[in-house]
C-alpha cells in the first residue's frame, strides 16, 4: 500500500524556519516527481515546490529564495527547507507523487498525497 505521510510543521513566528519531509512507503519513489503544495483556510490549494526524479527543482514565485526542496532516494523521502517564513505561509502543506508528471504545478498529475502537516506562521 502506498502511502505519503508529512512532518516537521508546526508553530513559528514571522522569519522563522521549518522543515518538512514527506516519507513514502509502499513501492520505490526515486524515479517519481516528488511535489509540495499547500492550502490556506478559504483558499484553493497551490503549488510550492517540485523535484524530478533527475533533481530538476521548481518554485512558486513567491517562495524562491526562501524554500529549498529536496530528496534522499535512499530514504524515500522529500523534504522542503522554508526559511524567513511569513504569515501568508500558513496554511496546510502536502506532499504528492507522481510517475507521469509533466506539468509539476498541476496537482492532477499527481497519484498519491499525503494528509498534509500544518503549518502557522504567526506575525
Known amino acids: 500500500q502506498v502511502q505519503l505521510v508529512e512532518s516537521g510543521g508546526g508553530l513559528v513566528q514571522a522569519g522563522g524556519s521549518l522543515r518538512l519531509s514527506c516519507a513514502a512507503s509502499?513501492?520505490?519513489?526515486?524515479?517519481?516527481?516528488m511535489g509540495w503544495f499547500r492550502q490556506a483556510p478559504g483558499k484553493e490549494r497551490e503549488f510550492v515546490a517540485a523535484?524530478?526524479?533527475?533533481?530538476?527543482?521548481y518554485y512558486r514565485d513567491s517562495v524562491k529564495g526562501r524554500a529549498t526542496i529536496s530528496r534522499d532516494n535512499a530514504k524515500n523521502t522529500v523534504y522542503l527547507q522554508m526559511n524567513s517564513l511569513k504569515p501568508e505561509d500558513t496554511a496546510v502543506y502536502y506532499c504528492?507523487?507522481?510517475?507521469?508528471?509533466?506539468?509539476?504545478?498541476?496537482?492532477?498529475?499527481?497519484?498519491?498525497w499525503g494528509q498534509g502537516t500544518q503549518v502557522t506562521v504567526s506575525s
Open positions: 509502499g513501492r520505490t519513489f526515486s524515479s517519481d516527481a
Open positions: 523535484i524530478r526524479w533527475n533533481g530538476i527543482t
Open positions: 504528492a507523487a507522481g510517475r507521469r508528471v509533466v506539468v509539476v504545478t498541476r496537482g492532477d498529475e499527481y497519484d498519491y
